[in-house]
């Protein structure tokens, strides 16, 4: 069985602040993929990342990082320099990568970010 | 390209009504599922298909048919609407994973209230 945890339910940053997103996975397939996500007020799901289990360099785009570290079971998510327009609802992600198990996405709980002016 | 095409918006049904969902994608995905969100637990998977054809069950798939009889349209059928269901739910769909480094892409989901 899958398990995706975001044990943090709800950060509260000033803009400009750098803030970190956890998320610990738990899986027995030796592949799989890892996804964040994002949910602004408007409710729409916007894909951010996919990151395969056997690459775990480091990603960064813009003012987005993210840390995957296998030997920890955690693909972290860094914002730096925070704006208010990053404030949304923000979810990671887990699915096997092998064939028709692809489909079958878990989400962790997700966090709340709220970035304040 | 309209993406993933979710009706209708929004849904109040009684208990015990039966309706359908629809899921249209002109992406030509491989890959179609359906979530539905409630506040504290994420999303969870309902059902997902990777072809037409071919449906598999997800982690909360209870009270829910769903059927894929083209590439293009996953259809979710609720047969006798009971207030647990009421949720926001969201169809996804995606190529297969070789294909690229892409995710699933999400519909704007369907607010669904049963009374």
């Known amino acids: 069985a899958q398990k995706v945890t975001q044990a943090q339910t709800e950060i509260s940053v000033v803009e400009k602040e750098d803030v970190t997103l956890d998320c610990v996975y738990e899986?027995?397939?030796?592949?799989?993929?890892l996804f964040w996500y994002k949910q602004p007020p408007s409710g729409e799901l916007v894909f951010l990342i996919r990151r395969n289990s056997f690459d775990e360099q480091n990603e960064i785009s813009g003012r987005y990082s993210w840390n995957f570290q296998k030997s920890t079971s955690s693909f972290n998510f860094t914002i730096t320099a925070s704006q208010v327009v990053d404030s949304a609802v923000y979810f990671c992600?887990?699915?096997?990568?092998?064939?028709?198990?692809?489909?079958?996405?878990?989400f962790g709980q997700g966090t709340i970010l709220t970035v304040h002016p | 390209n309209a993406g993933v095409t979710q009706t209708p918006k929004f849904q109040v049904l009684k208990t015990g009504q039966s309706m359908t969902l629809q899921c249209a994608q002109d992406?030509?995905?491989?890959?179609m599922s359906w979530y539905r969100q409630d506040p504290g637990m994420g999303l969870r998977l309902i059902h997902y298909?990777?072809?037409?054809?071919?449906?598999d069950q997800g982690e909360v798939p209870n009270g829910y048919n769903v059927s894929r009889s083209t590439t293009e349209d996953f259809p979710l059928r609720l047969l006798s609407a009971a207030p647990s269901q009421t949720s926001v739910y969201f169809c996804a769909s995606s190529y297969f994973p070789g294909r690229g480094n892409y995710g699933y892409t999400f519909g704007s989901g369907t607010r669904l209230t049963v009374v």
């Open positions: 992406m030509n995905h491989e890959y």
């Open positions: 992600a887990l699915s096997p990568a092998g064939g028709t198990s692809y489909g079958k996405l878990t």
């Open positions: 899986t027995r397939d030796t592949t799989y993929y």
């Open positions: 298909s990777v072809g037409a054809g071919i449906t």
